[in-house]
């Protein structure tokens, strides 16, 4: 009997330590964002949906100063770029059509359908005012063939490599922990209970990083005197390099850079005239009921102070992403007689435009391709004549 009271008894002791370890204390957001975050590199597809808004604007003076400047300020004041896509992981594919609006005197649009697969990309050549392309390539999509791009390059563009994406996923997990060891979790991390998202975003938690000017200079001094060197470290491991492409000598050059533009950073944060003043930086991640981070935003407002003159950029970045591993549905269509190879575009624009055949010595000057553009001597004479005495 008491063996059997004695079981009972222990039985509902462990339940109610289960219920309790339950019921305990829930993750901070430091440790929810990095779940998070490593969960999210195992979605097999998405749909997205993103903005993006960029202002420079730049003083009077500045632009009284330089004339020049003023004809081209209003085209950065209100820069906006909407992007919707999909992307699924295996075969890797994704499709992307952006579109730039350009304000100010000049302002126009951009619609910039592409297409990205593992051995290429698609790209729809646009209209651009003031650009007139040849008609053989208007409303045409240029192949950029990862190979073909490299080899043309003679070995300086690496092609890319989507084949082995748990490997890139993997390093990236790992660069996001040495991220998150090095930054408090109280100082920089916030669970936000009530946030404004997008119309259908499905988001039931977020976590807020800020970093204000007040905390800016202490945490570029994290970010360089502990994270870096050991992100440096990760990165000169030989497992890495061939998602990298880094050798060991760009690391050590990397680091040398780092010890010697410490001391003139932090001088230049710490001098009034020329220095850089944070009004805002704040990164928004919302996380789904699957875990997954379903939305993202990143809010940017900085003064460049130069010579006591205060430049001001804004950046707003805002990204959705929806249909989480169901099958992917794309939109792009790209029919085989409508697409241009990259070396044909290229023998196509040096025929309507010229081309320079190499960069020419001090005191020579090739005219070939300036005669398309209806000069006289005495105009072709007068720009080789300034173009040499710069």
Not at 56 to 63: F, G, K, S, V
Not at 117 to 127: A, F, N, Q
Not at 132 to 157: C, H, R
Request: glycine share 4%; net charge negative.
């Amino acid at each position: 009997m008491k063996r059997k009271i004695f079981l009972i008894v222990t039985t509902l002791l462990l339940m109610f330590t289960v219920v309790l370890s339950g019921c305990g204390e829930k993750p901070g957001p430091k440790d929810l964002l990095q779940e998070a975050s490593e969960k999210s590199l195992e979605m097999k597809s998405y749909s997205f949906d993103g903005n993006m808004n960029l202002s420079l604007n730049i003083p009077d003076e500045a632009m009284a100063a330089a004339p020049e400047m003023a004809m081209f300020a209003g085209m950065f004041q209100n820069i906006n770029m909407n992007m919707t896509g999909v992307y699924q992981q295996d075969p890797m594919k994704m499709e992307m059509v952006m579109d730039l609006e350009i304000p100010g005197d000049m302002s126009f649009n951009i619609n910039l359908p592409m297409v990205m697969e593992e051995e290429r990309m698609l790209i729809k050549m646009p209209t651009i005012p003031f650009v007139p392309f040849p008609q053989e390539v208007t409303g045409k999509f240029i192949e950029i063939d990862y190979n073909e791009l490299a080899e043309m390059s003679e070995g300086e563009v690496t092609p890319f490599n989507y084949g082995d994406l748990q490997k890139q996923n993997e390093l990236i997990m790992e660069i996001s922990q040495i991220m998150f060891k090095h930054f408090d979790e109280e100082e920089y991390f916030t669970l936000v209970e009530d946030v404004e998202l997008p119309e259908g975003i499905d988001v039931k938690r977020a976590v807020e990083i800020k970093i204000t000017d007040e905390k800016f200079e202490k945490a570029m001094v994290t970010f360089m005197d502990d994270a870096l060197p050991e992100l440096l470290d990760l990165l000169a491991d030989p497992k890495w390099v061939e998602v990298t492409q880094l050798e060991s000598a760009d690391l050590e050059q990397i680091r040398e850079e780092l010890e010697n533009g410490k001391s003139e950073f932090l001088t230049f944060l710490e001098d009034e005239q020329n220095t850089l003043k944070v009004n805002d930086i704040t990164f928004l991640n919302g996380i789904n009921g699957d875990n997954y981070i379903s939305y993202q935003e990143v809010k940017m407002d900085v003064d460049v102070i130069t010579e006591g003159q205060t430049i001001n950029l804004v950046f707003d970045l805002s990204m959705g992403m929806d249909q989480i591993n169901e099958n992917p549905e794309f939109t792009v269509e790209v029919s085989s007689d409508n697409i241009i190879k990259l070396k044909e575009l290229e023998d196509i624009m040096n025929s309507a435009y010229g081309t320079f055949e190499e960069t020419p010595e001090l005191g020579e000057f090739d005219i070939e391709g300036l005669e398309d553009l209806d000069l006289t001597d005495e105009e072709i004479e007068a720009l080789i004549e300034e173009t040499t005495s710069n």
